[in-house]
């Protein structure tokens, strides 16, 4: 993710949990917010309950990694927040990404093109 798609501030962290949709599956949470942007931008969230530092760092490599490869068919105008479950702690790139796919599709945010 380039950093103009990327969320960074906690307050727009805390505006789409508080005021987004979510949907999810066994290992991730997708929440989504409109928002008048011309790009959809991104955040990933993973508890410390998840892993140590670095099995936390390894699946916020895999979200984001499995994020880059379909942001293209994402529709624009979101702030998306990606949580990550306890159950992808010892998950795959692949399932992760269809996990993600997934989910995108679930949430109607998939451009049909």
């Known amino acids: 993710m380039r950093k103009g798609e990327r969320l960074k501030r906690s307050a727009d962290f805390s505006a789409v949990y508080r005021s987004g949709t979510s949907v999810a599956d066994r290992y991730l949470v ?3 917010l409109p928002q008048p942007v ?28 499995a ?3 379909l942001s293209d ?12 479950r306890m159950a992808a702690r010892d998950a795959r790139y692949a399932r992760i990404a269809s996990s ?12 049909h093109e």
């Open 67 to 69: 994020w880059r490869s």
């Open 100 to 111: 993600l796919e997934k989910l995108v599709k679930k949430a109607g945010l998939w451009c």
């Open 73 to 84: 068919r994402v529709l624009p105008g979101y702030h998306v927040v990606v949580i990550v």
């Open 30 to 32: 997708l929440y989504y």
């Open 38 to 65: 011309t790009k959809t931008k991104a955040g990933i969230s993973v508890s410390r309950k998840v892993a140590g530092s670095v099995g936390r760092n390894r699946l916020k490599r895999l979200v984001r990694e």
